[in-house]
Structures are given as structure tokens and as C-alpha cells.
Nanobody
Framework: QVQLVESGGGWVQPGGSLRLSCAASENIFKIDFMGWYRQAPGKQRELVAVISSGGLTNYADSVKGRFTISRDNAKNTVDLQMNSLKPEDTAVYYC?????????????WGQGTQVTVSS
């Protein structure tokens, strides 16, 4: 069981920046994928960004060029740097850990952190 704790959410004006951080309870180099998802009111949870254990990244089209995901295996953290924020980025952001063990997928989630972008 991997426990994840997010931090760094808050309110920011359009065009501003925020940095989210996710702290894991165990060594993240053992985890195949670490990612950030978000869920806006009335919408389904969607993938924002993911990073593999090898450092490969993938982003939702809506955040490419604005968001950057990174991982620090020494600190067991995964960060999401969000720049040029837009009102449509407003959502609860969740950290996710995904591992595959003997062909079985395991997903772990943090409690979420609110990001609000408004003037």
C-alpha cells in the first residue's frame, strides 16, 4: 500500500503559477508510473501528466507547454510545475501511483489538493 500526500494547491490569478508536490510513503523508483490527475466539478477525472520510472513523460494536450512533471527518487516526491494557468485548470488535483505486479495493475491515490484559477 502506497500512501500519497499532496501539497501546494491554492488560489492563483490567470497567468500565474503553482507548484504541486506529492510525497510517497515508499521508494518511488519501485513504482512504474507516477502521475497527476484532476477532476473539475461535474466532470470526470482526467490525466494531466505522467512520468515513468525511467523518466519518460506524457501530458494532456491541454497542458502541454505549460505544465512540467518531475520526480525526485531520493526524496520520494513527484512535482507538477504549472505555469500560465487558466480558469479551466481549476480542479482538484490528485497524485497517482501506478505499479504492475505479476500483470496486475495497482493504483494508489492521494486525497487531492484544490487548485483555483480566477481573477
Amino acid at each position: 500500500q502506497v500512501q500519497l500526500v499532496e501539497s501546494g494547491g491554492g488560489w492563483v490569478q490567470p497567468g500565474g503559477s503553482l507548484r504541486l508536490s506529492c510525497a510517497a510513503s515508499e521508494n518511488i523508483f519501485k513504482i512504474d508510473f507516477m502521475g497527476w490527475y484532476r477532476q473539475a466539478p461535474g466532470k470526470q477525472r482526467e490525466l494531466v501528466a505522467v512520468i515513468s520510472s525511467g523518466g519518460l513523460t506524457n501530458y494532456a494536450d491541454s497542458v502541454k507547454g505549460r505544465f512540467t512533471i518531475s520526480r525526485d527518487n531520493a526524496k520520494n516526491t513527484v512535482d507538477l510545475q504549472m505555469n500560465s494557468l487558466k480558469p479551466e485548470d481549476t480542479a482538484v488535483y490528485y497524485c497517482n501511483a501506478h505499479r504492475v505486479i505479476l500483470s496486475t495493475n495497482y493504483n494508489y491515490w492521494g486525497q487531492g489538493t484544490q487548485v483555483t484559477v480566477s481573477s
